[in-house]
T-cell receptor, first 112, second 116 residues
Framework: KAGVTQTPRYLIKTRGQQVTLSCSPISGHRSVSWYQQTPGQGLQFLFEYFSETQRNKGNFPGRFSGRQFSNSRSEMNVSTLELGDSALYLC???????????FGEGSRLTVL | AQSVAQPEDQVNVAEGNPLTVKCTYSVSGNPYLFWYVQYPNRGLQFLLKYITGDNLVKGSYGFEAEFNKSQTSFHLKKPSALVSDSALYFCAVRDEGSGNTGKLIFGQGTTLQVKP
């Protein structure tokens, strides 16, 4: 069974640009969550999507947005990038019954 | 508010010795507790979880964790450490009342260093 797939794995952007990250969940998983990981703040929850609807949202500015498609694939977008957005962005999917999250390898974003 | 504390930034242990990585939590209801491991430049790998039932939970790679409700702790343990266990370990909690959602509260992480 294929795991969670995130693309791209690495990317470099400059301040003011925008970026879109993609996540394909484990087959059959309908919940997709996004986390930001930085050395200073650790792992912080961004948002969760279930059946194309945002079910939970963390404390991030509106520049951070996401969506989920009918095949459960998800994208997150960050507009007007700031230096502080440099981080590892992790996507996780989960099955309803078991509850644990399965993470992808992450997308490492560097903002210059 | 939910929270997780991992009081040790780093744990050092010799190969073959038992290891413990500490975690305490705070939730308003019954906790769902998880341990994850992260190797450099990789995502998080699920190790084990406590939902209900036996206080001693067994997980992947020989790890286990003990749930202690009175001390609100969920310490990760392994009887005999391997050098390959060296990694960053995260404890996480979800309030039972929040249902099976994708929002976990993570601790700050503990670096485990196993020396030969």
């Amino acid at each position: 069974k294929a795991g969670v797939t995130q693309t791209p794995r690495y990317l470099i952007k400059t301040r003011g640009q925008q970026v879109t990250l993609s996540c394909s969940p484990i087959s059959g998983h309908r919940s997709v969550s996004w986390y930001q990981q930085t050395p200073g703040q650790g792992l912080q929850f961004l948002f969760e999507y279930f059946s194309e609807t945002q079910r939970n949202k963390g404390n991030f500015p509106g520049r951070f947005s996401g969506r989920q498609f009918s095949n459960s694939r998800s994208e997150m977008n960050v507009s007007t990038l700031e230096l502080g957005d440099s981080a590892l962005y992790l996507c996780a999917s989960s099955a309803i019954k078991t509850g644990e999250l399965f993470f992808g390898e992450g997308s490492r974003l560097t903002v210059l | 508010a939910q929270s997780v504390a991992q009081p040790e930034d780093q744990v050092n242990v010799a190969e073959g010795n038992p290891l413990t990585v500490k975690c305490t939590y705070s939730v308003s209801g019954n906790p769902y507790l998880f341990w994850y491991v992260q190797y450099p430049n990789r995502g998080l790998q699920f190790l084990l979880k406590y939902i209900t039932g036996d206080n001693l939970v067994k997980g992947s790679y020989g790890f286990e964790a003990e749930f202690n409700k009175s001390q609100t702790s969920f310490h990760l343990k392994k009887p005999s450490a391997l050098v390959s266990d060296s990694a960053l370990y995260f404890c996480a909690v979800r309030d039972e009342g929040s249902g099976n959602t994708g929002k976990l509260i993570f601790g700050q992480g503990t670096t485990l260093q196993v020396k030969p």
